[in-house]
């Protein structure tokens, strides 16, 4: 691998965007494991997290951890963020990660119509999903009720409220990807006639609720950080906003709701957005916010992550485009996945220059990572 050593020094660099500061630029992204039987995080989870902090990741955001609703969760391994066990079990991980000198915040998730059916703590539990369609846009169930909606922000507020009190360093709502508050934001999944459908600004409705409870529930100085994503599971070209004028509408009430930082999912992070500029989708939510936000996709591999789970390998890739459009201010902060799933020292040998040290994502290996 090629990459400078004087550029890679711009992921070194502090950060400190109100209420976060941070030691560098580099973040764990969040990568569900299944590794937690009953929902329950225990030593294995605390050691996986405490070795990528000793690492020198700046921050690490947890596995999708999922909220007090009986349809959140389609998977009993998955941990939970709501049961006192669980919630013992996280306070661990972050006494290891702090004790490491690290921080971390826990990504907090409600898996909507991609629960899997008949799966997970509440098998009988219904999926839920704010038309009851599916991602291709089918029928499936029956949409929520807005009593339903409102436990479901409750919810949410509650993790938010323990995420404090049990010492993280701030949250992530997981707002991407085609899980429930996606499905809210997206057209395709979302045909409701009440007050939480309708134009784009309308489909904010339910998101926007979701970070004011939250907001609320922790104050103004605890990180807030929102995932967002264009792109759907299984539905690549999906698109919430066809332009930036369309993605601001969408924006600006994540912001007035009080959203602190974007984490903004892509498959490779380098792809303009909108045909006529080159900026990225970091780079456009950045502009369009005034907030900081934290790019992903494929940093330091060259396959993208949906070609691991069709079973290819990934090789390693230098990082001066990284590295220049994070010098231009284009993003604040670099997700990396799965070089970090297969390598607890990747951050350490990027800082020290042990380029050829760094090791290839390969599926195989997903097993028996720790
Ligand atoms: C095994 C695995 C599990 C993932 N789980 C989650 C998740 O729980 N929540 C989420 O928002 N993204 C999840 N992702 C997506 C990653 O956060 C990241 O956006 C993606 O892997 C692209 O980054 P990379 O190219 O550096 O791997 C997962 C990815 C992988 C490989």
Same mark, same amino acid.
């Given at each position: 691998?090629?990459?400078?050593?004087?550029?890679?020094?711009?992921?070194?660099?502090?950060?400190?965007?109100?209420?976060?500061?941070?030691?560098?630029?580099?973040?764990?992204?969040?990568?569900?494991?299944?590794?937690?039987?009953?929902?329950?995080?225990?030593?294995?989870?605390?050691?996986?997290?405490?070795?990528?902090?000793?690492?020198?990741?700046?921050?690490?955001? /947890?596995?999708?951890?999922?909220?007090?609703?009986?349809?959140?969760?389609?998977?009993?391994?998955?941990?939970?963020?709501?049961?006192?066990?669980?919630?013992?079990?996280?306070?661990?991980?972050?006494?290891?990660?702090?004790?490491?000198?690290?921080?971390?915040?826990?990504?907090?998730?409600?898996?909507?119509?991609?629960?899997?059916?008949?799966?997970?703590?509440?098998?009988?539990?219904?999926?839920?999903?704010?038309?009851?369609?599916?991602?291709?846009?089918?029928?499936?169930?029956?949409?929520?009720?807005?009593?339903?909606?409102?436990?479901?922000?409750?919810?949410?507020?509650?993790?938010?409220?323990?995420?404090?009190?049990?010492?993280?360093?701030?949250?992530?709502?997981?707002?991407?990807?085609?899980?429930?508050?996606?499905?809210?934001?997206?057209?395709? /999944?979302?045909?409701?006639?009440?007050?939480?459908?309708?134009?784009?600004?309308?489909?904010?409705?339910?998101?926007?609720?979701?970070?004011?409870?939250?907001?609320?529930?922790?104050?103004?100085?605890?990180?807030?950080?929102?995932?967002?994503?264009?792109?759907?599971?299984?539905?690549?070209?999906?698109?919430?906003?066809?332009?930036?004028?369309?993605?601001?509408?969408?924006?600006?009430?994540?912001?007035?709701?009080?959203?602190?930082?974007?984490?903004?999912?892509?498959?490779?992070?380098?792809?303009?957005?909108?045909?006529?500029?080159?900026?990225?989708?970091?780079?456009?939510?950045?502009?369009?916010?005034?907030?900081?936000?934290?790019?992903?996709?494929?940093?330091?591999?060259?396959?993208?992550?949906?070609?691991?789970?069709?079973?290819?390998?990934?090789? /390693?890739?230098?990082?001066?485009?990284?590295?220049?459009?994070?010098?231009?201010?284009?993003?604040?902060?670099?997700?990396?996945?799965?070089?970090?799933?297969?390598?607890?020292?990747?951050?350490?040998?990027?800082?020290?220059?042990?380029?050829?040290?760094?090791?290839?994502?390969?599926?195989?290996?997903?097993? /028996?990572?720790?």
């Amino acid at each position: 691998m090629s990459t400078s050593r004087t550029s890679i020094q711009s992921l070194f660099q502090p950060f400190q965007g109100a209420p976060l500061s941070l030691s560098n630029r580099i973040v764990m992204a969040p990568m569900t494991r299944s590794h937690s039987p009953n929902g329950i995080p225990g030593d294995n989870v605390a050691g996986y997290y405490r070795r990528r902090a000793e690492n020198g990741v700046g921050l690490i955001v /947890t596995e999708g951890t999922t909220i007090n609703h009986p349809a959140a969760s389609g998977d009993t391994n998955i941990p939970n963020f709501h049961d006192e066990k669980a919630l013992e079990g996280w306070a661990q991980v972050v006494k290891e990660v702090h004790e490491a000198g690290g921080k971390i915040i826990p990504q907090i998730w409600h898996q909507g119509i991609l629960r899997s059916e008949g799966q997970g703590p509440h098998p009988q539990a219904p999926s839920a999903s704010p038309s009851g369609l599916n991602l291709a846009g089918e029928k499936v169930s029956e949409p929520l009720s807005v009593d339903e909606i409102q436990s479901i922000v409750k919810a949410f507020a509650q993790a938010a409220a323990d995420a404090k009190r049990i010492g993280f360093d701030g949250i992530e709502l997981h707002g991407a990807h085609g899980y429930l508050i996606d499905e809210f934001l997206w057209e395709q /999944t979302n045909q409701r006639t009440d007050e939480y459908g309708g134009d784009l600004v309308k489909r904010t409705r339910f998101a926007a609720e979701v970070v004011r409870a939250c907001r609320e529930a922790v104050g103004p100085d605890f990180p807030i950080v929102f995932r967002i994503s264009q792109w759907k599971t299984s539905f690549y070209d999906a698109k919430l906003a066809t332009d930036s004028e369309q993605l601001n509408q969408l924006l600006q009430p994540l912001v007035e709701a009080g959203v602190d930082i974007f984490h903004c999912s892509t498959r490779r992070f380098w792809v303009p957005e909108f045909e006529g500029s080159d900026l990225t989708f970091a780079g456009w939510v950045k502009k369009l916010t005034g907030k900081p936000t934290i790019t992903v996709g494929s940093v330091g591999l060259d396959n993208d992550f949906i070609n691991g789970f069709m079973g290819n390998d990934a090789g /390693t890739k230098d990082m001066d485009e990284l590295t220049d459009r994070l010098e231009q201010g284009q993003f604040d902060l670099v997700a990396v996945g799965r070089a970090l799933l297969v390598d607890p020292a990747w951050a350490a040998k990027i800082r020290e220059g042990r380029f050829d040290e760094l090791l290839p994502f390969t599926p195989a290996s997903f097993g /028996t990572l720790s």
